[in-house]
């Protein structure tokens, strides 16, 4: 505990010394238990005209929180993958199916997180992973389907997004997609709210700013579902902008709305190339 | 019993005779402070975790007051001396009345 608080006390003299109101993303490089390398910094995608380097909002954060989520036994959002591993193996419905019936184990979902949004060539549209899973409990296990930021689906989505950490992001934009990946871009760009903020007014020309006592990351989405000490659970990729919307004093789309499924497609291709982290450990 | 309620944790298979091992646990609890109120203006009740204890072979190792500003699913991580090989024995003491508890064998080498 001394030797911590030492730790913390030397930190704090640095930064002194520094005394920029630049203050990251910092050098830290993220493994996860040890064994799971995770890209938290890399060159940003071709589609993106005004940032160079893109990097995961692990790397705003301070020492103690990036260290929670190294391990899985500190990281709390781990609870919900419990959780939702047990849901996994339940059967639910009229069909008497779980989802293990026909995925096997959860493992067998690496991968999938990766590239979600994605095209649904059945349905026309691009579909989010939580569209996916209420798709299955409705149509496959005849099962209700679960609210879109419940703690259930949040979960579950964490489930499925932990077997794939280390993955690197690559969401589709073209072809079918990109449409819709055009309209996610509209609304990135689109300045909402009394505050007049576009997501870009913060994400793309202030990240590693402050913004009050917070710390301006890039806004990315590959360590979603994200476990916030702040609400101390899982939260959705639509609940959080629904938080950013609401705090530019807007009127909100609703969560699984198409207007925030095409800006999550949008907002994930700007991750392309970083590492899936869900459940990632924000403050 | 309070839901949602399960403790974890983690300790080494093995030690050295005498040595030093960390131990991490954790409780999903939600630790509520009886601070806070309802949206009806009432109070919510307090509920938490109040004592957590570890024992080795019947030994006290740390024995742990919570209090209500503590967060969300309380986390402890400390060391302990394994003089030989044995079980280490978690308790933890709910408001409501309810007590956790978790064993852990240990060997030496």
Redesign the interface.
Known sequence: MQQKSKMIGLFAAMSVVGGAAWAGPDEDQLTINGEIAIVTETAAPEHMANVKTIYSGWRFRSDETQAVQMDD??N?GM?GV?NALVDWETADGSEGKSCASCHGASEEMAGVRAVYPKWNEEKGMVTTLEMEVNNCRETRMGAEKWKYTGSDMTDMVALISSVSRGMPVNVAIDGPAQSTWEQGKELYYTRTGQLELSCANCHEDSYGMMIRADHLSQGQINGFPTYR?KN?KLNSVHARFKGCVRDTRAETFSPGSAEFIALELYVASRGNGLSVEGPSVRN | MASGVKPRVKVPKSASAGGTVTIKTLISHKMESGQRKDSDGNIIPRSIINRFTADFNGQNVIDVTLEPAISTNPYFEFEAVVPEAGEFKFTWYDDDGDVYETTKQITVS
Request: glycine share 0%.
């Open positions: 036994f500190d709390p609870l419990e000490l101390t």
